[in-house]
């Protein structure tokens, strides 16, 4: 009982430090802004180490975060390995392929009313289908390798980022549209210059929602099949063996690898997007 009274004293001494940060002087410096986050994940990493081993909770169940970092520590080389496999083929080659694609569609769907009425409700209807039915399907049409989880990405990024670049591509108002056409400007000159930069708001909303969708898929699709490699394979095998260290060793490496690449994405659309109301602040 020690230890559960012990992370309700470390909750509580967490939750006075984040009140007094958050409502101090500085509330809205830089400095704050991360360390809050931070104190409150560290809190909740010192009060589970702390209530998994006062509560005696077994393994098999809950692992402690130091067994888990044991165990991350210990096994990098095969992380790696699943990590290249799974992120860098199968979840990055999709993300890429599904997202050009679909700006691309998006711009032959902006000219063609006869596109946009007949495909985006498929699209609608595509994006619908659970992933537990289209991923063993198209595991069976490429194969076990990674060409079948990026096929399965770029399924499940497509029809987003189609509906968010067309959405993105009207977006620039009937008087700036006439503006353009006063100046004599062609349809790709206007495309080009001002619809497609009014667009890359939605555009990058449609690219944030993709890399969790390109995550997902890509470690679900490797339950269906799979090399002896992968993050999905690695969860599925060692959920059997009871190695649920290891299974949390995984969803820590695809955490950050989501965090990592969303990031990235939230920092182009800093630096492209500057002019846009959402980065003002």
Same mark, same amino acid.
């Given at each position: 009982m020690?230890?559960?009274v012990l992370?309700? &004293?470390?909750?509580?001494?967490?939750?006075w430090? $984040?009140?007094?940060?958050? #409502?101090?002087?500085?509330?809205?410096?830089?400095?704050?802004?991360?360390?809050? +986050?931070?104190?409150?994940? &560290?809190?909740?990493?010192?009060?589970?180490?702390?209530?998994?081993?006062?509560?005696?909770? =077994?393994?098999?169940?809950?692992?402690? =975060?130091?067994?888990?970092?044991?165990?991350?520590?210990?096994?990098?080389?095969?992380?790696? @390995?699943?990590?290249? @496999?799974?992120?860098?083929k199968?979840?990055?080659?999709?993300?890429?392929?599904?997202?050009?694609?679909?700006?691309?569609?998006?711009?032959?769907?902006?000219?063609?009313?006869?596109?946009?009425?007949?495909l985006?409700?498929?699209? #609608?209807?595509?994006?619908?289908? +659970?992933?537990?039915?289209?991923?063993?399907?198209?595991?069976?049409?490429?194969?076990?390798?990674?060409?079948?989880?990026?096929?399965?990405?770029?399924?499940?990024v497509?029809? +987003?980022?189609?509906? $968010?670049?067309?959405?993105?591509?009207?977006e620039?108002?009937?008087?700036?549209?006439?503006?353009?056409?006063?100046?004599?400007?062609?349809?790709?000159?206007?495309?080009?210059?001002?619809?497609?930069?009014?667009?890359? +708001?939605?555009?990058f $909303?449609g690219?944030?929602?993709?890399?969790?969708? %390109? &995550?997902?898929?890509?470690?679900?699709? !490797?339950?269906?099949?799979? =090399?002896?490699?992968?993050?999905?394979?690695?969860?599925?095998?060692?959920?059997? @063996?009871?190695?649920?260290?290891?299974?949390?060793? !995984?969803?820590?490496?695809? %955490?950050? %690898?989501?965090s990592?690449?969303?990031?990235?994405i939230?920092?182009?659309?800093?630096?492209?997007?500057?002019?846009? =109301?959402?980065?003002?602040?």
């Amino acid at each position: 009982m020690a230890l559960v009274v012990l992370a309700l &004293l470390v909750w509580a001494a967490g939750w006075w430090v $984040n009140a007094r940060l958050a #409502n101090g002087q500085h509330a809205h410096s830089r400095a704050v802004g991360l360390a809050v +986050p931070a104190i409150f994940g &560290l809190t909740l990493l010192l009060m589970w180490e702390l209530l998994v081993r006062g509560l005696q909770v =077994p393994m098999v169940i809950l692992p402690a =975060p130091s067994l888990i970092a044991a165990r991350f520590a210990g096994s990098l080389p095969i992380l790696w @390995q699943d990590f290249s @496999q799974t992120i860098l083929k199968g979840a990055l080659g999709g993300y890429l392929i599904g997202c050009c694609a679909a700006v691309l569609i998006a711009i032959l769907v902006d000219r063609s009313d006869f596109l946009r009425r007949g495909l985006l409700p498929v699209g #609608n209807f595509v994006a619908a289908l +659970p992933i537990v039915g289209t991923a063993p399907i198209l595991v069976m049409w490429f194969g076990f390798d990674w060409h079948s989880k990026a096929a399965v990405v770029v399924v499940m990024v497509f029809f +987003p980022m189609l509906v $968010n670049t067309v959405a993105g591509l009207r977006e620039a108002t009937e008087m700036q549209r006439d503006l353009m056409h006063t100046y004599a400007a062609s349809y790709w000159q206007a495309l080009l210059k001002l619809r497609l930069p009014a667009a890359l +708001p939605f555009i990058f $909303n449609g690219l944030k929602i993709s890399t969790t969708l %390109a &995550l997902v898929g890509a470690i679900v699709a !490797e339950f269906f099949g799979s =090399p002896t490699v992968g993050m999905g394979f690695r969860i599925s095998t060692s959920v059997g @063996q009871l190695a649920l260290d290891m299974v949390w060793a !995984e969803i820590v490496v695809a %955490a950050l %690898a989501g965090s990592l690449f969303y990031g990235l994405i939230a920092l182009m659309e800093a630096s492209l997007t500057f002019w846009h =109301p959402s980065q003002r602040g």
